[in-house]
T-cell receptor
Framework: AQSVTQLDSQVPVFEEAPVELRCNYS??????LFWYVQYPNQGLQLLLK??????LVKSINGFEAEFNKSQTSFHLRKPSVHISDTAEYFC?????????????FGKGTKLTVNP | DGGITQSPKYLFRKEGQNVTLSCEQN?????MYWYRQDPGQGLRLIYY???????QKGDIAEGYSVSREKKESFPLTVTSAQKNPTAFYLC?????????????FGPGTRLTVL
């Protein structure tokens, strides 16, 4: 079985400041890793994912995440946030084997960007 | 425009009533999922289906039922046996593959029990 821990439930930051949202996972098998974003009263959208290859993955809107196998982490970072980044962010994993796309989610981190 | 639609957006139910939430996709995806979202709890899997006429229980299936008679549709019924049904319900779908595919989410249905 897999589990995901997002260490911070809420992260307030000022506009143009850097931010890091932390994600650790536990699994007895290899996993794929995802970050999803949810804007208020909407569904989730994929932000980025790690499948294989380079451990640093980037999104089109400036976020990046680094897979660290030894620390079982997949932290999300952005060097300079905007007001529009205010949303809830979910880290998720799914096992590589088995062929199922079932995702196990963390409890989410609410990012609030203040002017 | 391809995507996932959920209806209604808001739903109110009296205690003891069954209600059905609709989920339709035109992405030609084989797999579909239902999640429940509660504040501070993340998303928890209720049911999922990898192919028509087949579905499996997720982590919190008690008090819920589903059907998958068509590839495009995966309705969720919240029965009177669900003790605390007030929540935000999200439907998702994903293309076939060996794992690692993105799940595409609908806009959600907010269910409130009066």
């Amino acid at each position: 079985a897999q589990s995901v821990t997002q260490l911070d439930s809420q992260v307030p930051v000022f506009e143009e400041a850097p931010v890091e949202l932390r994600c650790n996972y536990s699994s007895s098998v290899s996993v794929y890793l995802f970050w999803y974003v949810q804007y208020p009263n909407q569904g989730l959208q994929l932000l980025l994912k790690y499948l294989s290859g380079s451990t640093l993955v980037k999104s089109i809107n400036g976020f990046e995440a680094e897979f660290n196998k030894s620390q079982t982490s997949f932290h999300l970072r952005k060097p300079s946030v905007h007001i529009s980044d205010t949303a809830e962010y979910f880290c998720a994993v799914t096992p590589r084997q088995g062929g199922s796309e079932k995702l196990v989610f963390g409890k989410g981190t609410k990012l609030t960007v203040n002017p | 425009d391809g995507g996932i639609t959920q209806s209604p957006k808001y739903l109110f139910r009296k205690e003891g009533q069954n209600v059905t939430l609709s989920c339709e996709q035109n992405l030609n995806h084989d797999a579909m999922y239902w999640y429940r979202q509660d504040p501070g709890q993340g998303l928890r899997l209720i049911y999922y289906s990898q192919i028509v006429n087949d579905f499996q229980k997720g982590d919190i299936a008690e008090g819920y039922s589903v059907s998958r008679e068509k590839k495009e549709s995966f309705p969720l019924t919240v029965t009177s046996a669900q003790k605390n049904p007030t929540a935000f319900y999200l439907c998702a779908s994903s293309p076939p593959g060996t794992g690692g595919n993105e799940q595409f989410f609908g806009p959600g249905t907010r269910l409130t029990v009066l």
